[in-house]
C-alpha cells in the first residue's frame, strides 16, 4: 500500500498540530515516524484510517484520496490496515487462537474451520508456532504484541501501524519485537508504519525516517541520511535522546554499531520465549 499525505491542516480548537504536512510512504517499507511528545504522531496514524479527518489536505491511499469519504465509504479501506495498540489490545479471558481468529468468524463470518489454518500459519510468522490453546493472560508482552500482529495478519492487513512498539518493553524484548516487525515486513510484504520516539528501535527497523516537528515533517531520509543531516532540528533530536521514559535511548546513535550488533537475517525471532508456554515471563 502506497501512501501519500499532501498538505495536511488539522487544529484543535487554537492548538495547531498540522500545517502543511507532507509526507510519502511507499509500499513495502517500513517506515518510522518520530517527535517529541505531543507533536501528533498518534492523530496521524489516525487520519490514516479515518478516525480523524483533517481541516484540510489529501491522504491519497493507492491514489485515492480519503479525505471526506463517509464511514459506510471508509470502512473497506480501513479493513486493509491492521492497528497494533501500545497495550496490544488482547481480551485476557480468551486463548491466543481466539484472540487472532475471532474478528474473523464474528465481522466476516468466516467458520471456525477455515480460520483455524490461518490462525496457525499468522501465529508462526510472529514466531509463536503452537500457542493456539494458551490464555494470552499468561503471555508476556512482547508475545502479546506478537498475538496482536498475527490478529492483524489474519484479516490480510496491507498496512501495519505500530504506535510505540517498544514503550514499557525491557530492552532485550524490545530488541524481539523489532526483529518480528522486520521479519513480517520481508515475509508478508506489508507497509509497516512505526511511531516510536525509542531511537535504537528506529534506527533498527526503519526504510525510511520522518521527524514530525511544528506541524511538519522536518527532515525525512534513511537512517545514514539522519545520522548524517545538517539539520539542526534533527541534531536536537538525536542528540537530547528525545526525553521521556525510554532507557534505550544513547546520545549518540552510531548506526554502523547498530547495524553490526544486529542478529543475522535468518535468526528466529522467538528467542525470547525459551521457557515453557505456562511460565509468564517476568518482562
Ligand atoms: N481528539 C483530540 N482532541 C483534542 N486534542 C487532541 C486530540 N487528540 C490529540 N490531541 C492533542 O494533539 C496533540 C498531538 O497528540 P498526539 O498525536 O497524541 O501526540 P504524540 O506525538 O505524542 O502521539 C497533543 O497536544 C494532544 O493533546
Ligand atoms: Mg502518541
Do not use: W
Not at 468468524?105 to 509463536?128: C, N, T
Not at 512482547?142 to 530492552?171: H, M, N, S, W, Y
Not at 524484548?173 to 509497516?192: H, K
Not at 542528540?239 to 544486529?262: P, Q, Y
Request: charged share 25%.
Amino acid at each position: 500500500m502506497r501512501i501519500e499525505i499532501r498538505n495536511l491542516h488539522k487544529s484543535f480548537g487554537t492548538l495547531k498540530v498540522f500545517t502543511g504536512l507532507n509526507l510519502t510512504i511507499e509500499a513495502g517499507e517500513i517506515c518510522v515516524i518520530m517527535g517529541r511528545s505531543g507533536t501528533g504522531k498518534s492523530v496521524l496514524l489516525k487520519h490514516l484510517v479515518g478516525l480523524i479527518q483533517p481541516d484540510s489536505g489529501e491522504i491519497l491511499i493507492d491514489g485515492r484520496n480519503i479525505v471526506g469519504l463517509s464511514e459506510k465509504e471508509l470502512y473497506p479501506i480501513r479493513i486493509r490496515f491492521g492497528m497494533i495498540f501500545q497495550n496490544g489490545g488482547m481480551l485476557q479471558s480468551l486463548n491466543v487462537a481466539d484472540n487472532v481468529g475471532l474478528p474473523l468468524i464474528e465481522l466476516r463470518g468466516a467458520d471456525r474451520q477455515q480460520v483455524a489454518g490461518k490462525v496457525s500459519e499468522k501465529l508462526a510468522l510472529v514466531g509463536l508456532a503452537g500457542r493456539e490453546n494458551q490464555a494470552v493472560s499468561t503471555l508476556s508482552g512482547g508475545q502479546q504484541k506478537r498475538v496482536a500482529i498475527a490478529r492483524a495478519l489474519a484479516q490480510d492487513a496491507q498496512c501495519l501501524l505500530f504506535d510505540e512498539p517498544t514503550a514499557g518493553l525491557d530492552p532485550p524484548i524490545s530488541a524481539t519485537v523489532d526483529e518480528v516487525i522486520e521479519q513480517v515486513n520481508r515475509d508478508t510484504n506489508a507497509t509497516c508504519i512505526v511511531v516510536t520516539h525509542d531511537l535504537i528501535s528506529a534506527f533498527t527497523v526503519g526504510t525510511r525516517l520522518h521527524l514530525l516537528h511544528e506541524g511538519k515533517v522536518a527532515e525525512s531520509g534513511s537512517p545514514e541520511e539522519f545520522q548524517a543531516s545538517k539539520n539542526p532540528i534533527v541534531k536536537e533530536f538525536l542528540s537530547r535522546g528525545v526525553g521521556i521514559e525510554d532507557h534505550r535511548t544513547e546520545s549518540r546513535i552510531n548506526v554502523k554499531r547498530l547495524r553490526a550488533n544486529k542478529p543475522q537475517r535468518n535468526d528466529s525471532p522467538a528467542q525470547e520465549e525459551t521457557t515453557s508456554p505456562d511460565v509468564k515471563k517476568s518482562e
